[in-house]
RNA sequence: GGCCGGGUAGCUCAGUCGGCAGAGCACACGCCUGAAAAGCGUGGGGUCGACGGAUCGACGCCGUCCCCGGCCA
């Protein structure tokens, strides 16, 4: 989300001064009315690997979000897109029953990817019919899977920082409530001014639940709750993401994560 | 004080004619290849306000009491 420009204090986006300090990258890229996606962050991360290599630097990439770290970290292929069929597919799930036809035909023409994909989760049954009917080939047939933890697409090392459940808890609750006293909501209201953000922007957690309240005049508490609450389950879904990778150094952390800076030093000079 | 409505999972509430106690959210566990800060699956949880009664059988019917809200005085 720190791709969008204007979207800073939400996003815990780099100061100035940091900036200034360390040169970051993919920051500030799109506005926000324009939509971003795993394959379109894969291509400008590896550049701006790609770019500090070639400077005799060193990248430090900060994941977020599995699927986009796998994405520029791994050899993953995306297959193609079709908007005008993605949107028929779309259309044809929303009709009564039209989720389980769709599941039907996908297990008729792709019986492997069937079993990785949740009879109800339309969105995917969706993508992989839409790789299916565009490319002809099934959807299993491009890549192993996520799950398959092969030779990176270039030398990398991976280190994950574990936060004790009641503390991590208790930080996110402090992160946003420092995000609402340092501008969050007036942020948001200068956003949404004469424009609307792209389906994507406008999901990024704490934006989605303020926009919403402005919009129908609902409680900005409760939006700020339900914006802390879907924080803990992203932190899960990213628990659950990486655990699963071999490739993975943990160093645990306490309250205080600054006693994780020497092994993450030494992993960084090594 | 009288009348009416309500009391069921942590929260908000369904529960048909009396026949195995339910949903959403929360929480826990897990899945994942062009939306991923997205999408989806599984699960643990109950003195059905309390006590008594009729019934083979009560969250439901009858009685008494307690608590909450509204109206009247």
Not at 201 to 215: N, R
Request: with cysteine; glycine share 8%; hydrophobic share 45%.
């Amino acid at each position: 989300m720190q791709v969008y420009r204007g979207l800073d204090v939400g996003t815990a986006k780099p100061t100035v001064a940091e900036r200034a300090a360390v040169p970051h990258h993919v920051i500030d890229v799109v506005e926000p009315t324009e939509e971003w996606s795993a394959m379109r962050h894969q291509a400008v991360a590896r550049a701006a690997v790609a770019d500090i290599e070639a400077r005799g630097k060193r990248a430090l990439l900060v994941g977020g979000t599995g699927l986009y770290v796998q994405a520029v970290v791994d050899d993953l292929r995306f297959p193609g897109e079709d908007p005008d069929l993605r949107a028929e597919l779309e259309a044809a799930t929303a009709e009564p029953g039209g989720v389980a036809a769709a599941y039907d035909e996908l297990r008729r023409r792709d019986p492997d990817a069937v079993e990785k994909i949740d009879p109800h989760n339309a969105r995917r049954i969706v993508r992989a019919l839409e790789v299916i009917r565009l490319t002809g080939k099934p959807f299993s047939s491009f890549g192993a899977g996520l799950d398959q933890f092969g030779p990176t697409a270039f030398p990398v090392r991976m280190v994950g920082i574990w936060v004790p459940r009641d503390v991590l808890n208790a930080r996110i609750a402090e992160r946003f409530a420092a995000m609402r006293d340092a501008g969050l909501v007036d942020e948001v209201q200068q956003l949404l001014g004469g424009r609307s953000l792209s389906r994507t922007a406008s999901q990024a957690i704490g934006y989605k639940e303020i926009i919403g309240a402005l919009s129908d005049h609902g409680s900005l508490d409760e939006a700020l709750d339900t914006a802390v609450r879907r924080t803990r389950s992203f932190a899960r879904r990213q628990r659950m993401w990486f655990r699963r990778d071999p490739r993975i150094t943990w160093l645990g952390a306490t309250d205080n994560h600054c006693v994780v800076l020497p092994a993450l030093l030494a992993t960084w000079s090594s």
